[in-house]
């Protein structure tokens, strides 16, 4: 799992700062999307879903934003903290009644103390 | 409650091996799935199951089997090992599928080398 984190973007922020995250899907006709966390030798930890008929959901110092017009998502984490180190990956749901998720590379956030 | 649980948590195989990776989950969730994660790579999908006695091929299923004969497990066999097959291993469960907005739990992944 720790090598994953060497061949990602990375986002560097000073402790307290708020972060931004940014995702584009692939595919228009995805109408769902999660945000997931993973520490470093874990698995990945859901944080905030939302689906394609809202715009913006909010969650306990996070939010993700939808804008479906250019395909791109975005989590925005406020006042960071060290415990919020680890690699984002956001993931879609291509539509209809599939089994299956498609999931992003994944960006690394590391928190300056 | 354990929630996902996989073993073992790292592997080393010489090529041509076989093993099985396993996976339990106590949530009683009919959806199960194995993913692999690769550097620069998202998660792939391997198989996934969505209830005792179905399974189904996932984006990269060569070289793998899978069952489910109870609605706990989902173990995951390497039939002949290569080298291609070194990666972390991730067993994920849900109440049912991922697109209807059931949260998915992933477990702690299994770390396998194939020399």
């Known amino acids: 799992g720790e090598s994953v984190g060497l061949h990602l973007p990375t986002l560097s922020v000073q402790e307290g700062d708020n972060s931004i995250i940014n995702c584009a899907y692939s595919?228009?006709?995805?109408?769902?999307f999660i945000w997931y966390k993973q520490e470093s030798g874990k698995g990945p930890q859901f944080i905030i879903d939302?689906?394609?008929?809202?715009d913006k959901r909010q969650g306990q110092r996070v939010t993700v934003l939808l804008n479906k017009t250019v395909k791109h998502l975005s989590l925005q984490i406020a006042a960071t903290q060290p415990g919020d180190s680890a690699v984002y990956f956001c993931?879609?749901?291509?539509?209809?009644?599939?089994?299956?998720?498609?999931f992003g590379t994944g960006t690394l956030l590391a928190v300056q103390p | 409650n354990a929630g996902v649980t996989q073993t073992p948590k790292f592997q080393v195989l010489k090529t041509g091996q076989s093993m099985t990776l396993q996976c339990a989950q106590d949530?009683?969730?009919?959806?199960m799935s194995w993913y692999r994660q690769d550097p620069g790579m998202g998660l792939r999908l391997i198989h996934y199951s969505v209830g005792a006695g179905i399974t189904d091929q996932g984006e990269v299923p060569n070289g793998y089997n899978v069952s489910r004969s109870t609605t706990e497990d989902f173990p995951l066999r390497l039939l002949s090992a290569a080298p291609s097959q070194t990666s972390v291993y991730f067993c994920?469960?849900?109440?049912?599928?991922?697109?209807?907005?059931?949260?998915?739990?992933f477990g702690e992944g299994s770390w396998l080398t194939v020399v």
């Open positions: 939302i689906r394609s008929n809202m």
């Open positions: 949530m009683n969730h009919e959806y």
């Open positions: 595919n228009s006709a995805s109408d769902y």
């Open positions: 993931a879609e749901s291509p539509g209809g009644a599939t089994n299956k998720l498609i």
């Open positions: 994920a469960s849900s109440y049912s599928w991922p697109g209807s907005g059931n949260t998915i739990y």
